[in-house]
Structures are given as C-alpha cells and as structure tokens.
C-alpha cells in the first residue's frame, strides 16, 4: 500500500508571494491533517480535514487555508508569504473518525520544505 | 489542557547500551499517546502507539514503551543502541479523546555513539 505523498518535496518562493502545497493520502483513509515544523516552535497543528469539511483548525493566521476534495486528497495554501513561514510542512493520514484504535494512527508523508526568500 | 512534555533534548548513549527516551503527559481524559522517529529531511515514522489496550507496547526496530498512570509518564526504551537508531524521537498525544488533533513534544535527538 502506498504512503502519504506531499509533493513537491522542495520550494522556494518570495516572500509576498503564494504557494499550494498538495498531500495524497493513503488510500481509505479519509482524514487529513497538516501539521508545520520549524526549529523554534516545533511540531504544530494547522487544521484537519474530513470529507471534505474542516473539523479542527490551530492557531494560525487566515493566510493559511486548506480544503479536501472528493478523493480525500488535500491542499493547503499559504498566502502574501512571510519570512517566518519558511518551515517543513507535513501531512499525516489517518482512517478517521469511528474506526477504533487503529483510527488513531496518523501516518506522516515525506514533507514539503518551504524556503521563503 | 492536554501537553506532552520530553526531557531531554539531546541524549547519547554508546551503541550496545539502553536507550531512554522521557514522556510525560498531562490529561484529564484517557490518553492516546505516541512516539514517532524522524530522520534527517524526512517524514514522522510511526514506532508504537498506546490506546488503552496494553500498559507495555512493543513497537518497530526493537523499541518498546511502558505507559505508566500513576507518574503519567510514557517512556520510549530499546536494550541495545545501534548506529542506525540515531535520528530525532517525538512523543505526542491526542488532544481531547481519540480523533483530537496531535500535540508533540520539544523532541529528542538521540545519538549513538561507536
């Protein structure tokens, strides 16, 4: 079974700019959540989705956003880019709401490294 | 409110000898708790969770965690160090009961010495 797929694994963007970031999940896993790692601050929560409808949000400015689409793929946006948004972003999968223990689990992808210039 | 916290930000140990990752936790609600590996440029690996089934939890590559109640404490454990384990060892929890989002901890790089 393939892995959770975050593409593309590098950017470099201006700041001021935008960027779309996109995550598959494992297939029949219908949750998705985006986490941000930097040195300072860490491993923090973003926002989660399922079918399609943001079920949590972190503390993050409107500048981030993201949305879930049919497949359970999903992508986040990162709008007028500061120079603090430079980070890992990482998407985790799990099976979701319901489904036991094994419903827990949140399998992480690869990351997207986000260099903002 | 739920936090996960690591001790240690750095540990060392000799390969051969027991590795000993700290987690402590606090919650009101029965926790779910995790411990991931991260190795450099990559992506979080799942090595074990606890939910509540089983106090000692084996996991991939040997290591092993004992959830503790009474000290909430979820410690992470391996016998025997190898050169391969050296990486960065993250402790999380659900907040708020089994489908709250991930809290982590500050992490803990573990290096192994020949």
């Known amino acids: 079974k393939a892995g959770v797929t975050q593409t593309p694994r590098y950017l470099i963007k201006t700041r001021g700019q935008q960027v779309t970031l996109s995550c598959s999940p494992i297939s029949g896993h219908r949750s998705v959540s985006w986490y941000q790692q930097t040195p300072g601050q860490g491993l923090q929560f973003l926002f989660e989705?399922?079918?399609?409808?943001?079920?949590n949000k972190g503390n993050f400015p409107g500048r981030f956003s993201g949305r879930q689409f049919s497949n359970s793929r999903s992508e986040m946006n990162v709008s007028t880019l500061e120079l603090g948004d430079s980070a890992l972003y990482l998407c985790?999968?799990?099976?979701?709401?319901?489904?036991?223990?094994?419903?827990?689990?949140?399998?992480f992808g690869q990351g997207t490294r986000l260099t903002v210039v | 409110a739920q936090s996960v916290t690591q001790l240690g930000s750095h540990v060392s140990v000799s390969e051969g000898a027991l590795v000993l990752l700290r987690c402590n936790y606090s919650s009101s609600v029965p926790p779910y708790l995790f411990w991931y590996v991260q190795y450099p440029n990559q992506g979080l690996q799942l090595l074990l969770k606890?939910?509540?089934?089983?106090?000692l939890v084996k996991g991939i590559n040997g290591f092993e965690a004992e959830f503790k109640k009474s000290e909430t404490s979820f410690h992470l454990t391996k016998p025997s160090a190898h050169m391969s384990d050296a990486a960065e060892y993250f402790c999380?929890?659900?907040?708020?009961?089994?489908?709250?989002?991930?809290?982590f901890g500050k992490g803990t790089k573990l290096s192994v010495k020949p």
């Open positions: 985790a999968s799990s099976l979701g709401p319901g489904q036991g223990p094994e419903g827990t689990e949140a399998f």
């Open positions: 606890y939910t509540s089934a089983a106090t």
């Open positions: 999380a929890g659900r907040r708020g009961g089994s489908q709250g989002n991930l809290i």
């Open positions: 989705y399922f079918s399609e409808t943001q079920r």
